[in-house]
């Protein structure tokens, strides 16, 4: 019997790896302590239709990751977003904001490319792994109900930075790497109108405010147009000053920051909905691509490994799978 992979964390970075694997030849088991799959790509069901609280949008500058993009759209799990873009000035002016860029969605929702890549690969939801073991020959996996998972050949943690910490700490060097990684938040809220707003935009890149980015969802391929879906992002130093602060605080400061930017009549949400993202982002930039102990068969990859974005979540799965193969070869 072939000892299979572990993969913890079923975001991009890990499902990227799995996928890789698994088209290797290799078995992979993943785990995820969330209901599914996607991490900071998931989408959130709610009374207002389905919501992208995290990634709003990716784009893709890497050949690999264009490829791969491509690949998704094809199969119908991603098409391309054209808002009309806009930015905000000092003065309080929105202004048109078009650039040339590709933007890319998950279709109908952003979880459908994780679930897409998902598709049969064996995967234990509901489940936080807290501690890895290190054997003889092979790892088990300790989760928070006191289980045990095992064995496993080679484990790849694909989780944000301070998570990932307590889990290396068998390889000390990696776990003192991920340890150095901070992470900001983001406090996210969603606001529904039952008529559309009277404006054209569709997303906004904000400047003086606790508002970072704005985005009509509802203005994404594939979601329903009713009611009209607003997500608003605020900025990491907001978000962390008002980390502690009550989810209806947050909407209601969110609410009226929105009002002033928007220089429209705002009526009341039908819907609202605060969500808080503690790792949203990391705080410096890393060029690592994954970080390996070959010896122990320990690897640790995500966003923080390489851009802070879904491309270089991707790319960093890659990586890992990448090193593994080589170690078997
Ligand atoms: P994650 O998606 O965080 O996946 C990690 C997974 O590990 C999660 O599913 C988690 O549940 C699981 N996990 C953690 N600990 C454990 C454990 N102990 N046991 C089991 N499972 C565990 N990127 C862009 O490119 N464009 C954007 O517009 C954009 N906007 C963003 C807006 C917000 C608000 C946020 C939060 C992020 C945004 N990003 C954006 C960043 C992008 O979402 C991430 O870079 C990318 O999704 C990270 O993927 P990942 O697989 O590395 O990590
Ligand atoms: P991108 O190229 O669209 O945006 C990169 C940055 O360039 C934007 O943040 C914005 O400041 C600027 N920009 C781009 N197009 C613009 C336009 N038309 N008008 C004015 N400014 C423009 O996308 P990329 O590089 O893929 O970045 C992804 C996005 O995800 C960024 O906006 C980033 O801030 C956001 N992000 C948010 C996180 C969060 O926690 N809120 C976490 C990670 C990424």
């Known amino acids: 019997m072939t000892v299979p992979i572990a993969i913890i964390g079923a975001g991009i970075a890990g499902l990227s790896a799995a996928r890789k694997l698994h088209d290797a030849g290799l078995t992979v088991h993943l785990f995820d302590k969330s209901r599914g799959s996607g991490g ?3 989408s959130k069901r709610s009374d207002a239709g389905s919501l992208d609280l ?14 791969e993009v491509n690949r998704w759209h ?13 930015n905000n000035h000092t003065d309080g ?32 939801f509901m489940c936080r792994i807290t501690e890895l073991i290190r054997g003889e020959k092979h790892w088990h996996l300790q989760d928070a109900e006191g289980n045990d998972h095992g064995p496993f050949s080679h484990v790849i943690v694909a989780t944000p930075a301070p998570q990932a910490t307590a889990l290396l700490a068998t390889a000390p060097k990696l776990a003192s790497a991920a340890a150095g990684v901070k992470m900001d938040p983001t406090w996210a809220v969603v606001l529904a109108f039952e008529t559309a707003l009277d404006t054209v935009i569709d997303g906004c890149f904000v400047q003086d405010s606790p508002l970072d980015w704005v985005a009509r969802n509802s203005s994404k391929p594939g979601r329903d147009s009713k009611p009209d879906t607003w997500v608003l992002h605020a900025t990491s130093a907001w978000s962390k000053e008002h980390i502690d602060m009550p989810k209806e605080a ?24 605060a969500h808080r993202w503690l790792y949203a982002r990391p705080a410096g930039a890393h060029e690592w691509g ?17 851009s802070g974005r879904v491309e270089g979540a991707w790319l960093s799965g890659q990586e890992a799978a990448r090193r593994v193969i080589e170690r078997l070869q």
């Open 40 to 42: 900071r790509m998931s």
């Open 54 to 67: 995290g990634a709003q949008y990716f784009t893709a500058r890497n050949p690999r990751f264009v490829s």
């Open 74 to 86: 094809s199969e119908g799990w991603a098409s391309e977003w054209k808002p009309h873009l806009y």
């Open 93 to 124: 002016q929105l202004t048109p904001s078009p650039d040339e860029q590709t933007r890319w969605v998950g279709n109908p929702r952003m979880s459908a490319i994780t679930r897409g890549l998902l598709g049969h690969l064996t995967a234990s």
């Open 250 to 273: 947050v909407i209601e400061h969110l609410h009226g920051a929105f009002a002033e930017l928007m220089h429209i009549t705002v009526p009341a949400p039908i819907f609202t909905l």
């Open 290 to 306: 994954v970080l390996a102990d070959s010896d122990l068969g320990l690897y640790a990859c995500g966003d923080w490994c390489l």
